[in-house]
């Protein structure tokens, strides 16, 4: 499976921005996600759409503002009120399903190339 990923950019904040990344290859089994690293961070966790239960699950940071969905093999990530420490680059990941530890990045298989999204003051 490859991914790509699409749709960053420069927003100011309490603006909105729209990732997609498209998954080449059957991947209705897989585990979607959305991992970001910002500069000077750690990789971490921001929302996925776990196989088989299809239930959302979103990094506290993130929850009530971005939304993740899913259409056969894309994936979105709908960003809404951002803010300045959204600024990150924004990798998807899939892992063929279950995924027990769906907080976990090294627990996935395949990455996308990573969009970079900026937020300004």
């Known amino acids: 499976v490859q991914l790509q990923a699409s749709g960053g950019g420069l927003v100011q904040a309490g603006g909105s921005l729209r990732l997609s990344c498209a998954a080449s290859?059957?991947?209705?089994?897989?585990?979607m996600a959305w991992f970001r690293r910002a500069p000077g961070k750690e990789r971490e966790f921001v929302a996925a759409?776990?196989?088989?239960?299809?239930r959302d699950m979103y990094a506290d940071s993130v929850k009530g503002r971005f939304t993740i969905s899913r259409d056969k093999n894309t994936i979105y990530l709908q960003m809404d009120k951002l803010k300045l420490e959204d600024t990150a680059v924004y990798y998807c990941?899939?892992?063929?399903?279950?995924?027990?530890?769906?907080?976990?990045?090294?627990?996935?298989?395949?990455w996308g190339q990573g969009t970079q999204v900026t937020v300004s003051s």
């Open positions: 990941a899939a892992d063929p399903g279950p995924t027990p530890r769906i907080r976990l990045g090294r627990d996935y298989n395949y």
């Open positions: 290859g059957p991947a209705t089994r897989y585990t």
């Open positions: 759409i776990p196989w088989p239960s299809g």
